[in-house]
């Protein structure tokens, strides 16, 4: 089983940074062979695609509204996952989770079935 556990949420005005982070775990995970991603999830709307990196950390994807604005990465000797987010919109606004693929899931990872493990989210805030 593998565990995720986010942290870094809160209330910042427009304009403003945070950095969310990712806790992964887990007996059998081995976190540096697994990509991670990020999803956001606005009131009233699905949950969408944010950003993901890949095992080595050599390859990033971003939703086109975060491009410029958001940076993914890890750090493998903390077992880390990370989202920057800079000059945040109120848009922005939404619960951040963080998520993994399972072993075997060959899914994309711009979509929710190329991962089997979320975290349990973390409420980013952003006030005009």
């Known amino acids: 089983q593998v565990q995720l556990v986010e942290s870094g949420g809160g209330l910042v005005q427009a304009g403003g940074s945070l950095r969310l982070s990712c806790a992964a775990s887990?007996?059998?995970?081995?976190?540096?062979?697994?990509?991670m991603g990020w999803f956001r999830q606005a009131p009233g709307k699905e949950r969408e695609f944010v950003a993901a990196?890949?095992?080595?950390?050599?390859?990033?994807y971003y939703e086109d509204d975060v491009k410029g604005r958001f940076t993914i990465s890890r750090d493998s000797a903390k077992n880390t996952a990370y989202l920057q987010m800079n000059s945040l919109k109120p848009e922005d606004t939404a619960v951040y989770y963080c998520a993994a693929p399972g072993r075997w899931n060959r899914g994309s990872l711009l979509t929710e079935r190329g991962y089997d493990y979320w975290g349990q989210g973390t409420q980013v805030t952003v006030s005009s």
């Open positions: 990196i890949r095992w080595s950390g050599g390859s990033t």
């Open positions: 887990g007996r059998t995970f081995i976190f540096s062979n697994y990509a």
